[in-house]
């Protein structure tokens, strides 16, 4: 296995081999190539959905994290006892509400999907935001994160969670 | 309710058709031994259940099992059949026509984005496209494209017991995209199709992609026979990065997700047009023609 990608959407034009790559660079930063992750590209349509569901919050959203492991502990990777629970969970990628906000904030739809994965699979790893410290801790990771990344690519990637403090 | 249960008639009607030119086959045999001044010409169907229940042939006997009503033989002088069970199947039939009709979204196809060149062929067709000297084409054929109904799916529509309610008829066929770069002697050939569980409009837990490449292979261009010794790269256990490049080659000249909507739009309305034309046909024929 490994990173499962889904493109369930058609308002926006993907480039799938660029996410799954930035997405595999991500993995590796973070030491958790073991593990499976789903990678899901939706419309606003059905994150709304999702979120409607899942948060009772009927609007569409950038990311909806589904962690497998529900208490862990933040940074503290699982130690699984069978191979089918090497698994972090799904990332669900709200890539229409993104490209809006790409558009009105002239950037990169692709490098604005790299960082929304990177917050999403720190939700996977234990990380929230809903007090002022887990924020700061979760910003800390994440600058952590892509700062790796930047190294590694030459890119300038910046956290998402600076952005945004209630949704993801 | 009843253009789904048409519907699922007509998917049947291959095998009540191959017992009928089976059945075909015996009437000779059968006229001539049980052709009677007064009965006129008997079904073989009904002869081979004449068989099960009675001894020896009496040209006069009238089988047991059956009313003289449902098979009184209707003469017209056309030199055909016409039984009672025909009429009715012609009335059922004329029905069934209007009602289809009256459902059909419109009588034109719909367009598909992208400047494709739609060639249509009976129930195939082909979409052309050239991008920058290269030839797309993308072939599909909408017999045997309307997935069936799970019982789920038909729980769920009782649930609402109206007829607007009931689940549209979805043609989601496979399709093969052929690449041809310019002076080239093979075609990059993509044999795709739609997942089932994408076939499921709405649910949350939807989680494939709208469509998915089974095979890749190079092929002769052109109309030429498949080459059953070109090397097929099947994408079950493909490495995910290259299943990526490979769908992102096809998003590149037009097949992507948009394509792959508007191709079941565009197959939907055609495999309809096609079954109206087919009960058409099939009335014509039970009729007196």
């Not at chain 1, 493109?7 to 991500?26: C, I, M, Y």
């Not at chain 1, 009772?56 to 589904?66: A, E, I, Q, R, W």
């Not at chain 1, 960082?115 to 720190?122: F, L, P, Q, R």
């Not at chain 2, 494709?116 to 494209?145: D, H, P, Y």
Request: aromatic share 8%; proline share 4%.
């Amino acid at each position: 296995m490994g990173v499962v990608l889904r493109n369930l959407q058609n308002v926006v034009p993907l480039r799938r081999a660029r996410l799954r790559k930035d997405v595999e660079t991500l993995r590796h930063i973070l030491g958790i190539q073991k593990f499976d992750l789903g990678v899901i590209c939706v419309d606003n349509r059905k994150i709304q959905r999702i979120n409607n569901i899942y948060r009772n919050k009927n609007m569409p959203t950038d990311v909806l994290s589904f962690p497998f492991y529900e208490e862990l502990r933040p940074g503290k990777l699982p130690c699984p006892l069978y191979r089918d629970e090497l698994n972090l969970g799904d990332i669900f990628l709200g890539v229409e509400y993104l490209m809006k906000q790409c558009q009105q904030q002239s950037q990169d739809l692709h490098g604005i999907l790299t960082s929304v994965t990177a917050h999403g699979i720190c939700h996977l790893l234990g990380y929230r935001h809903e007090t002022e410290e887990e924020w700061k801790e979760m910003l800390q990771k994440e600058s952590y994160i892509l700062n790796e990344f930047n190294r590694f690519t030459g890119r300038q990637l910046v956290p998402l969670t600076k952005k945004c403090s209630q949704d993801g | 309710m009843l253009k789904y249960f048409s519907r699922a008639v007509s998917t049947a009607v291959g095998i009540s058709t191959t017992t009928m030119f089976s059945a075909r086959a015996l009437q000779p045999l059968t006229r001539s031994t049980l052709c009677s001044p007064n009965s006129g010409t008997i079904r073989p169907f009904s002869r081979s259940l004449w068989m099960l229940s009675h001894n020896g042939a009496a040209s006069v006997y009238r089988p047991k099992l059956f009313s003289s009503k449902g098979f009184t033989p209707v003469s017209c002088g056309c030199g055909s059949l016409h039984t009672d069970g025909d009429k009715a199947f012609g009335d059922f039939l004329s029905d069934e026509i209007k009602e289809e009709k009256k459902i059909q979204k419109s009588n034109t196809l719909p367009k598909m984005s992208g400047g494709w060149e739609l060639q249509q062929n009976g129930t195939e067709a082909k979409l052309i496209r050239t991008i920058s000297g290269e030839k797309v084409t993308v072939t599909f054929n909408v017999n045997n494209s309307v997935p069936p109904k799970f019982e789920e799916e038909a729980e769920q529509a009782q649930g609402q017991k109206s007829a607007e309610n009931e689940p549209d008829i979805v043609s989601s066929p496979n399709f093969v995209v052929e690449v041809t770069k310019q002076a080239a002697k093979h075609s990059l050939v993509f044999d795709c199709h739609y997942p089932e569980d994408e076939a499921s409009h709405g649910e949350v837990e939807e989680e494939s992609d709208i469509f998915a490449i089974r095979e890749v292979s190079f092929q002769p261009e052109g109309d030429v026979e498949w080459k059953e010794t070109a090397y097929t790269l099947n994408t079950d256990s493909l490495d995910w990065a290259l299943y990526d490049h490979l769908m992102d080659f096809l998003a590149d000249r037009g097949v992507d997700n948009t394509f792959a909507d508007e191709l079941i739009e565009l197959s939907t309305a055609m495999e309809h047009h096609e079954y109206i034309k087919f009960l058409e046909d099939l009335s014509g024929f039970v009729k007196c023609n």
